[in-house]
């Protein structure tokens, strides 16, 4: 029989709930900087609460050992209730707008998430606003031992633990057009999905850290990595479009879009169609990008304007990013 080592950290948060205490709740006899527990979950925008991993899985082993259920029937249990971590990255320009038009960048990255499986306290130090990620070949996918080594409680142990996507984004275009058709179509300001994924050798070690030290030390040159030309055609596609913007519309629009694991909708199905009409990518209702993302990957949106006199002005954009953690 073998046995699972319980973190030191779920057994604190399963003391504080022996207390009596909610996990968002701290005790009125003792300071609050002290009681507060650690990668305790928060209360998001409409009062809902969302689990951290540790909550999960002090709820996880409290239900399986009051109930004596199976554990399959428990973790179908937190998939009912969506007991999901969330994680969420937003971007904010309403003390300036942004804006992207075929005069100057037709492409402008906007906000990437958090890596899958990873919170808020380990993403502090990256840069989530900043610059995309550089195009090249992935060598080698981080293995999932040393992932673990980057956090103080348990990964997801799913291959594919991501359950849904949402992104939300306020925007509107130039508020006038030539082209005629029904709300979204002939719209040339769109916004898309887009992936990064983790290099094992981006990865840093204190041994790897040492070896690099060595070689500059012996005055050996670093090695040169090859240069690579990528091409991404600003079309719109139908796989990776989020949403276009109503067409010639001047008033800020606010756009919220799902895309989920259960997703099913294939693309040369009405309901593909009725998405294209919805200003949607017509590939985007199978699930496939939510199911293929594994642990460590990124979820970046660009915002995109394409042909004179076209621009998409942003006010706000955010990616909120839902994974089971057992």
């Known amino acids: 029989m073998s046995l699972r080592i319980i973190p030191a950290n779920i057994i604190s948060r399963l003391q504080a709930l022996g207390t009596g205490q909610s996990p968002d709740t701290p005790n009125e006899d003792e300071p609050a900087a002290d009681t507060a527990p650690r990668h305790a979950g928060s209360r998001n925008e409409n009062g809902h609460y969302d689990p951290s991993p540790i909550d999960v899985a002090v709820v996880r082993i409290m239900l399986a050992k009051a109930t004596k259920l199976p554990v399959d029937v428990v973790d179908g249990i937190f998939e009912l209730a969506e007991y999901w971590v969330r994680t969420t990255t937003a971007a904010d320009y309403s003390g300036n707008a942004l804006y992207v038009s075929s005069r100057s960048v037709q492409d402008r990255f906007l906000v990437r998430s958090l890596p899958?499986?990873?919170t808020s306290e380990h993403g502090g130090d990256l840069d989530l606003k900043g610059e995309p990620a550089p195009a090249k070949?992935?060598?080698s996918t981080v293995p999932a031992n040393k992932l673990a080594r980057m956090a103080d409680y348990p990964l997801p142990k799913l291959q594919g633990p991501v359950r849904k996507v949402v992104f939300k984004f306020t925007s509107h275009d130039q508020g006038w057009s030539g082209e005629t058709g029904s709300l979204y179509e002939n719209s040339w300001t769109w916004f898309e999905a887009g992936l990064e994924r983790l290099e094992d050798s981006e990865i840093a070690i204190e041994e790897v850290i040492e070896e690099k030290k060595e070689d500059a030390e012996n005055g050996e040159?670093?090695?040169?990595?090859?240069?690579?030309?990528?091409?991404?055609?600003?079309?719109?596609?139908?796989?990776?479009t989020v949403c276009r913007n109503k067409r010639a519309h001047r008033d800020w629009q606010d756009h919220t879009i799902t895309w989920a694991c259960y997703d099913d909708v294939q693309a040369d199905s009405d309901g593909s169609k009725a998405l294209e009409e919805n200003g949607r990518g017509r590939e985007t209702g199978d699930g496939e990008f939510v199911r293929n993302l594994q642990l460590g990957d990124v979820v970046t949106l660009w915002a995109k304007?394409?042909?004179?006199?076209?621009?998409?002005?942003i006010l706000a954009a955010s990616i909120d990013v839902y994974w089971a953690a057992t």
């Open 116 to 118: 899958i499986g990873f």
């Open 221 to 240: 040159p670093a090695p040169q990595e090859p240069q690579f030309q990528y091409q991404f055609p600003l079309i719109q596609s139908p796989k990776w």
């Open 305 to 313: 304007a394409r042909f004179p006199g076209w621009v998409n002005n």
């Open 137 to 139: 070949p992935l060598k």
